[in-house]
């Protein structure tokens, strides 16, 4: 059974300062999502990252993908209140996504 | 503005009763993808629908079923619902079955705004 797991789960930081969190999943797969849920809503689509070494950025978020150590990273550059969201990582395996617990980021000023 | 829209927003019932969620993919998307959201069990992947057949279960309970029609929008079919079935529903669509490994394929799935079904 595949395992998705983040960390941390919860997430508190001065606004300015850097900071990643981490995506480890237990099972092969090259294709990983992240989304940005807001309190009470949907899930935003952020990257799509395809294949090792593959590195995406927006605006203050960078995500990266190690297949071979089934691991990746969302790293936050100078946070900004307006970062302060749920992050989730998604696994495909065979076109199935299992999704992480989640880290719950509050940025603050 | 993901493009996917689900009915009702909010829903509120007894335990029991029986409840039908809807969902209407984005234009041109043919997989449609259920998910239950709770505090205790995170985000889990209930079933999945490509042109109208079912194409994946995962951790649905039989009380649940689902479909998709010709029209390609959805239902969710919740009956003899408990307390545990509170939760955020939320439906995915994405583009295509993604079949094969290539390079290019990939299933990027875009959610609704979900609805919170309350079971008092």
């Known amino acids: 059974e595949l395992k998705v797991e983040q960390n941390p789960l919860f997430l508190s930081m001065q606004e300015g300062k850097n900071y990643t969190i981490y995506c480890n999943y237990s099972?092969?797969?090259?294709?990983l999502y992240w989304y940005r849920q807001d309190p009470g809503k949907s899930l935003e689509s952020l990257f799509v990252?395809?294949?090792?070494?593959a590195v995406k950025q927006e605006g203050r978020l960078m995500a990266s993908l190690d297949t071979k150590a089934r691991l990746s990273t969302l790293h936050i550059t100078a946070a900004v209140h307006d970062l302060s969201a749920t992050y989730f990582c998604a696994v495909d395996i065979s076109r199935q996504l299992t999704f992480g617990s989640g880290t719950q980021l509050t940025v603050l000023p | 503005d993901s493009g996917v829209t689900q009915t009702p927003k909010h829903l509120i019932t007894a335990t029991g009763q029986r409840v039908t969620l809807r969902c209407s993919p984005r234009?041109?998307?043919?997989?449609v993808y259920w998910y239950q959201q709770s505090l205790d069990q995170g985000l889990q992947f209930l079933i999945q629908?490509?042109?109208?057949?079912?194409?994946a279960k995962g951790n649905i309970l039989e009380r649940f079923s689902a479909q998709q029609f010709p029209d390609l929008h959805s239902e969710l079919n919740l009956s003899s619902l408990e307390l545990g079935d509170s939760a955020l529903y939320f439906c995915?669509?994405?583009?295509?079955?993604?079949?094969?490994?290539?390079?290019?394929?990939?299933?990027?799935?875009?959610f609704g705004p979900g609805t919170r079904l309350t079971v008092l």
């Open positions: 629908y490509y042109n109208g057949e079912e194409r």
């Open positions: 099972t092969t797969s090259d294709r």
């Open positions: 234009s041109g998307d043919l997989s």
């Open positions: 995915a669509s994405s583009v295509a079955l993604g079949h094969g490994t290539g390079s290019l394929t990939y299933n990027e799935q875009f």
């Open positions: 990252l395809l294949s090792n070494g």
